[in-house]
């Protein structure tokens, strides 16, 4: 059974930080990219980032670049998302996203609420 199983919400300040984890089983990790996705209310799904399954190539969305950063242990079979410099743009629920050619498994998602 595939389990992804997001941590390290919660509720934070505009300008700080938060990492977020995914810790994956059931499946081989290091043959999975991965990615983080989020949903604000009353929107719609958006990639937040993604990293290649060696943890070599990453990408961002725009909104997120400079500020977010994601990496991977494939020994802890794990991915992280380090949240920096936090808008209250910001605030969603993220999910945690495997996927290997036709194959994706997604986490039930972690809230994060950035407001003062």
């Known amino acids: 059974q595939v389990q992804l199983v997001e941590s390290g919400g919660g509720l934070v300040q505009p300008g700080g930080s938060l990492r977020l984890s995914c810790a994956a089983s059931g499946i081989t990790f290091s043959g999975y990219a991965m990615r983080w996705y989020r949903q604000a209310p009353g929107k719609e799904r958006e990639l937040v980032a993604g990293?290649?399954?060696?943890?070599?190539?990453?990408n961002y969305a725009d909104s997120v670049k400079g500020r977010f950063t994601i990496s991977r242990d494939n020994a802890k079979n794990t991915v992280y998302l380090q949240m920096n410099s936090l808008k209250p743009e910001d605030t969603a629920v993220y999910y945690c996203?495997?996927?290997?050619?036709?194959?994706?498994?997604w986490g039930q998602g972690t809230q994060v609420t950035v407001s003062s």
């Open positions: 996203n495997a996927v290997r050619s036709i194959r994706h498994y």
């Open positions: 990293i290649d399954s060696a943890g070599v190539s990453t």
